[in-house]
T-cell receptor, first 114, second 117 residues
Framework: DAGITQSPRHKVTETGTPVTLRCHQT?????MYWYRQDPGHGLRLIHY???????DKGEVSDGYSVSRSKTEDFLLTLESATSSQTSVYFC?????????????FGDGTRLSIL | AQKITQTQPGMFVQEKEAVTLDCTYD???????LFWYKQPSSGEMIFLIY??????QNATEGRYSLNFQKARKSANLVISASQLGDSAMYFC??????????????FGTGTRLQVTL
């Protein structure tokens, strides 16, 4: 198993509250990604990082921010959670950015915004 | 336009039979990678198999093989000798090369496979 830990694994919170999800890796991989999974949409990229303090937006980045101060940690923040952000969130890592590099996923965080 | 299309929302296959899960893709990038992932009911995403756009041969990994038809832009997953444990959601994904940034993974909407006795 790729050494990826997501925390928390489950969270229920209220609309308007800030939420931070953490992804921790022990593989020393350069690239890290945050996806959300919703029925009928597959997985969609929120943000990604290609190094410490180097991040960029994915296709569904509105309402989310990220930070990466250390190689091993990639944080996803919902500044003011909305019900539309109820989803399962996956972190992924890859050794490189080349097209032949698979991404390996954490076990996911189930987030419910009431 | 959809970059990855999986037209089969659900499939059934009998145990020990082979099954093909369809995937078509759209890209103008000459260099790309195609991946299949399995998501069992427990929720984790498991990498199964990879095919590169320049690979001359179809990829194989144990009971999994990828039927890659570049001209048709299709990358179908073939599972031979299906087992009950193969029941899961299967996602096709593509990774394109974009200079200067990490190449990102684009997913299809998935096919739910149910293996029956």
């Amino acid at each position: 198993d790729a050494g990826i830990t997501q925390s928390p694994r489950h969270k229920v919170t209220e609309t308007g509250t800030p939420v931070t999800l953490r992804c921790h890796q022990t593989e020393n991989h350069r690239y890290m990604y945050w996806y959300r999974q919703d029925p009928g949409h597959g997985l969609r990229l929120i943000h990604y990082s290609y190094g410490v303090k180097d991040t960029d937006k994915g296709e569904v980045s509105d309402g989310y921010s990220v930070s990466r101060s250390k190689t091993e940690d990639f944080l996803l923040t919902l500044e003011s959670a909305t019900s539309s952000q109820t989803s399962v969130y996956f972190c992924a890592i890859s050794r490189g950015g080349e097209s032949n590099q698979p991404q390996h996923f954490g076990d996911g965080t189930r987030l419910s915004i009431l | 336009a959809q970059k990855i299309t999986q037209t089969q929302p659900g499939m059934f296959v009998q145990e020990k039979e082979a099954v093909t899960l369809d995937c078509t893709y759209d890209t103008s990038d000459p260099s790309y990678g195609l991946f299949w992932y399995k998501q069992p009911s427990s929720g984790e995403m498991i990498f199964l198999i990879y095919q590169g756009s320049y690979d001359q041969q179809n990829a194989t990994e144990g009971r999994y093989s990828l039927n890659f038809q570049k001209a048709r832009k299709s990358a179908n997953l073939v599972i031979s000798a299906s087992q009950l444990g193969d029941s899961a959601m299967y996602f096709c994904a593509m990774r394109e090369v974009r200079s200067g940034t990490a190449s990102k993974l684009t997913f299809g909407t998935g096919t739910r496979l149910q293996v029956t006795l």
